[in-house]
């Protein structure tokens, strides 16, 4: 039951997040602060934000419906990222930042050539954008179900509230509010998982366990086991190559060094493995309390993806809703800030500066950064409304598809051209497009009754199978053709220019040289990035515990004051660390003998 305290939250939300944007506003000098914070972030900012983006609201609501129906199978989509995090962790994340561009195309430009930068420029950018304009919509439908409003104005104010704290705040912006925001989502969904574990009939972690419907173990009517190890394997080797290749870089480009690049990583991996142990609680206790979802939600088409929620509308107190709403719409947030700060980075730094202005200043450039951003805005909120006008003729799951087909081959050859120097400046555009052949030959060509000759593979294939023999037929004969194609193109690398040349060996000789922080860049960190990012933290904080005066009983008004009191000390320890420190010069004095003491300057 949505109450006016749950409003109340909602709207301070909104403004916070607006106001967010507005204290960074003057953070950004050029656009290497505006898109990558001037490489000056800190580990734990970047890995909250790194973690943030990597989920959205379909985590309570399409996974959460999967684990209603199925429990722990829908690990693997979470599981699968584990290896690809380790990948990073020990070869790549620091070679992204050796990189040393603003933008992860420049290094498309320095490693491939200019022809390779811009068409990686027009292949991301309107993705981008379309995608933005999805979750925009799935998180507007949402809220717009919820409270009962027009699902049309919650599109457009949300997507305003994005594009304004992207505009104003940068990179900076964005990066501080999904910090904030990680600790919304992990205190709140904490909440309503321990909170669940103690409703009546429950009995706790063991209990649930036990009670848990025999679906959510006995897998057998979804699909054979060979069936999801393909499925959960395809997964890993898609996410690979994604993480791992240069496009991937943006958020890797923001931290200080190298070692800031590695550490950074400890917060992606650490909520990769605990988060789907937290998430899975609330569905599993609504799976075990209503075995009919249906007739709860008959309006809805999948009325298994409102799990998460009818379990928090259950055992949260009066007024926590609210900040579990908030924490829905943030995970979308960051995706969709993030993917406008890069939107407009990719035309700005990769087409307008090479190509329109080659010679602007970067006062001008930052102007139209921001100008970019807020049309990239505009855009992103259109796309979101079309979405809503017309999610009913089956585009969404048509352009996921395409969108499944598309990404596996333009980042084979981005993640190959990180290890391999010797091939060709086309290397890239041709391996892109003979894996979208690859992909359309997956996809319409090659069927699962194909392996029926191989034992434990025969027909006939439930709708499970044939999704997962899909997804693993394209991710495989799209990634052997085009790694083979790729490594192929390495006989004619002689005959390129001695100029390409030139900037292949510079590509890798910055990957080779380490990366340190300068003294004047620490300490421009620790004065002003840092300890702002304490005192946003503290300030949520401080507002979530005096929701402790909200009439509810004991438990209620404990869960707002731990939650509040949580996010206040990190924010003020935070703060505390990385203050500006203070000097003091102590004046000279004179001894007993009549000799004089120099001046001193202590640190207090």
């Not at 190298?258 to 937290?278: E, K, N, Q």
Request: aromatic residues 14%; proline residues 5%; neutral net charge.
């Amino acid at each position: 039951m949505i109450t006016k305290y749950d409003y109340l939250n909602i709207l301070f939300y909104l403004l916070f997040i607006s106001g967010v944007g507005i204290y960074y506003m003057w953070k950004s000098k050029n656009t290497s602060d505006y898109f990558r914070a001037g490489g000056l972030l800190p580990w734990w900012v970047t890995g909250a934000s790194a973690w943030m983006a990597s989920f959205s609201a379909w985590t309570f609501t399409g996974a959460a419906g999967k684990m209603y129906e199925s429990g722990p199978y829908a690990f693997g989509l979470y599981y699968s990222m584990v290896v690809p995090l380790i990948i990073l962790l020990f070869y790549t994340c620091y070679r992204f930042r050796r990189m040393q561009v603003v933008t992860p195309l420049e290094a498309v430009r320095l490693r491939f050539g200019p022809a390779s930068q811009q068409f990686f420029t027009w292949a991301r950018l309107p993705f981008l954008l379309l995608f933005g304009g999805v979750a925009l919509n799935a998180i507007g439908v949402f809220m717009a179900a919820l409270f009962d409003f027009q699902v049309l104005p919650v599109i457009v104010v949300l997507g305003l509230v994005v594009t304004f704290v992207s505009l104003l705040g940068g990179s900076f912006g964005v990066a501080a509010s999904d910090f904030v925001q990680m600790f919304l989502v992990v205190a709140v969904t904490i909440t309503v998982a321990v909170l669940a574990l103690q409703l009546p009939g429950i009995e706790g972690v063991s209990g649930m366990i036990q009670q848990a419907p025999e679906a959510h173990y006995d897998w057998s009517e979804l699909a054979r086991p060979q069936f999801i190890f393909l499925w959960f394997f395809a997964l890993m080797i898609t996410k690979t190559f994604e993480e791992n290749s240069i496009d991937k870089a943006a958020k890797y480009l923001m931290v200080r060094d190298d070692r800031h690049a590695r550490m950074m990583l400890i917060i992606p991996l650490v909520g990769t493995l605990i988060g789907p142990l937290i998430w899975i609680i609330p569905p599993t206790v609504a799976a075990i309390r209503h075995p009919d979802m249906a007739s709860l939600f008959p309006t809805l088409r999948f009325p298994e993806e409102a799990a998460f929620v009818l379990t928090a509308s259950e055992v949260l107190p009066q007024g926590m809703l609210g900040l579990l709403i908030c924490g829905i719409f943030a995970a979308t947030l960051t995706t969709m800030d993030a993917g406008l700060n890069q939107g407009a980075g990719i035309f700005v730094r990769n087409f307008y500066l090479p190509v329109i202005n080659p010679h602007c200043s970067e006062k001008r450039l930052l102007i139209v950064s921001k100008i970019s951003t807020g049309v990239a805005g505009l855009i992103m909120i259109g796309l979101g409304v079309m979405w809503s006008q017309y999610r009913n003729l089956g585009l969404f799951d048509l352009v996921n598809q395409v969108a499944v087909s598309l990404n596996v081959p333009l980042v084979v050859p981005l993640f190959l051209g990180l290890f391999f120097k010797r091939t060709p400046p086309w290397s890239t555009w041709t391996t892109v497009l003979i894996g979208l052949v690859c992909s359309f030959v997956a996809k319409f060509v090659i069927h699962p009754e194909m392996m029926n000759a191989l034992p434990g593979f025969h027909g006939p294939f439930t709708t499970e199978e044939v999704t997962q023999f899909t997804l693993f037929a394209t991710v495989a004969l799209v990634v052997a053709v085009c790694t083979a194609w790729f490594f192929f193109t390495s006989l004619f690398y002689e005959r390129s220019s001695e100029k390409y040349k030139a900037s292949v060996e510079e590509f890798f000789v910055r990957l080779k040289t380490p990366v340190e922080t300068e003294g004047d860049a620490e300490e421009k960190e620790n004065q002003e990035v840092a300890p702002s990012i304490g005192k946003l933290l503290a300030l949520y904080g401080t507002f979530i515990s005096a929701l402790v005066l909200i009439p509810n009983d004991l438990v209620g008004r404990l869960c707002f004051l731990i939650c509040g009191l949580v996010m206040v000390i990190s924010g003020v320890l935070i703060w505390r660390c990385n203050r500006k420190p203070h000097y003091v010069v102590v004046e000279e004095t004179t001894s007993p003998d009549g000799e004089s003491q120099p001046a001193r300057v202590e640190i207090r």
